[in-house]
């Protein structure tokens, strides 16, 4: 009987040094590959620019390869015990573990592994360089949101970013929660938190060129989508530029409030004075936004205040509807109360009339709702608003107390990280 052959492979863009180890590969018997899930390149390389399903094409057309398989969990351990091949190809350049866990799956059933010498050509260093650049360019990243939306039968998880650093975290973090990876699909850019993070109240203080400049940061050290909080648009003649502005620079998605005059914090609610713009003006903003917009990637999200400015759940709706008449890219209906019972009302009813227009939420009052029970409701994003921030300020804030406390700085210790760890942090 003719011997199997498994090799894994990335495959979103392929060279000679990849064609060299199929060849080699597809000698020793039937060859299945399996190519990375859209998830697990995310964890490796950043936001795939080709999808699974294009991966997977290209690959099945390679001579040698029998069979194409995706690989959706990072460790090798499920898809050898699942394929049982007789032989296991990889290259001699190996990530940390991996050699050794491949080898301890296959002696289970004497299974092999075969390594071939890495291809060492300086011209794919640098395709490989190039297209892991690529990631980062405007291009490569504008239309991820809307792919997510339409490739994910999940809501997409939505992490708050206000710098480099922060925008790391939600580009890296991930959980394997069996074969699944969880991670966060793109960015949330909150004027809460880029205000906090400057020292500043949310109330379109800082100022759009500043707002540009936080979002640069994160996005020279991350692939992942961007949505912007754009507050309430500003202007209208204002607005029709910063669209294109935005859209040039990479950005997703904007979401713009319901709001006129000074704006506050939504969380505040009617606790502070609030003005609703009026349902015409909106409109007028939105379709002038969408006329000047030159790429398809770009959404225009409506926020909708009703909610929090208590002017009920018909209001909510009768502006959802004529938003997205308008032109609106999708829907973000916010609440402060601390049950979500509202929120579910809202996507029930919108659901009636649209079900397919975006719906976004904020889940920060009614955090104990699930992504799940939200998805069944009808959820397409759910945003994780300003929890990096909320962390980060208590921590810092116990530490300098500590020092002036103590007088030195020993006792802060235990609450940072090691310098060793900060110095090889990035
Ligand atoms: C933000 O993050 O700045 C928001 C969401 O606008 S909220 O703070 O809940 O209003
Ligand atoms: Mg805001």
């Known amino acids: 009987m003719e011997k199997t ?41 950043g936001y ?59 002696k289970k059933y004497g299974g092999e592994l075969i390594e071939f010498p890495y291809t060492e050509k300086n011209e794919y260093e640098i395709f490989d360089m190039r297209t892991s650049r690529m990631r980062h360019m405007p291009e490569a990243r504008r239309g991820k949101l809307r792919r997510a939306l339409q490739l994910l039968d ?51 203080l800082v100022d759009m060129t500043s707002r540009e400049n936080t979002i640069n940061e994160i996005m020279e050290v991350t692939t992942k989508p961007i949505i912007l909080d754009g507050d309430t648009g500003g202007l209208t003649e204002h607005f029709v530029y910063n669209i294109r502005t935005l ?15 000074l704006k506050k914090n939504s969380l505040f609610g009617t606790e502070v004075s609030q003005c609703q713009d009026t349902v015409e003006h909106f409109c007028e903003k939105i379709r002038a936004g969408k006329a000047a917009q030159m790429t398809r990637d770009f959404m225009i999200i409506s926020r909708i205040e ?40 809202f996507c029930e009813r ?14 920060t009052t009614y955090n104990q709702v699930t992504e799940d029970e939200l998805g069944r409701y009808g959820v397409n994003i759910i945003i994780y608003a300003n929890h990096l921030i909320r962390s980060a300020f208590p921590a810092m804030n116990k530490v300098a107390h500590m020092i002036l406390e103590h007088e030195r700085s020993m006792e802060a210790s235990e609450y940072c990280m090691p310098i060793k760890e900060i110095l090889t942090l990035i």
């Open 154 to 204: 999940r809501p997409l998880r939505v992490l708050e970013a206000h710098n480099g650093l922060t925008g790391l975290i939600a580009e890296k973090s991930y959980v394997e929660k069996g074969e699944e990876i969880r991670q966060f699909d793109a960015m949330w850019v909150s004027s809460l938190c880029d205000s906090t993070a400057k020292g500043k109240p949310d109330i379109e």
């Open 306 to 345: 009703s909610l929090i400015l208590k002017q009920g759940m018909e209001d909510a709706l009768t502006r959802a509807f004529a938003y997205v008449e308008a032109g609106a890219d999708g829907i973000m209906i916010h609440s402060k109360e601390k049950e979500p019972d509202e929120i579910f009302e």
């Open 350 to 363: 919108f659901r009636e009339r649209y079900k397919e227009i975006p719906l976004v939420v904020v889940p």
């Open 247 to 261: 859209e040039r620079m990479g950005v997703s998605a904007i979401i713009i409030e319901d709001k006129v005059g």
């Open 48 to 106: 795939p620019i080709l999808t699974y399903e294009e991966r997977c094409k290209v690959v099945s057309h390679i001579k040698g390869v029998s069979k194409v398989i995706k690989k959706d969990s990072l460790g090798y351990e499920k898809v050898i015990e699942e394929l049982r091949p007789d032989y296991v190809v990889h290259s001699d350049r190996w990530r940390s573990r991996t050699k050794e866990r491949i080898q301890q799956v296959l």
């Open 5 to 45: 052959v498994f090799l894994s492979i990335g495959a979103e863009f392929i060279h000679g040094g990849h064609i060299a180890i199929i060849e080699k590969a597809a000698e020793l018997g039937e060859l299945t590959v399996g190519v990375l899930s859209d998830e697990v390149l995310m964890r490796y390389k």
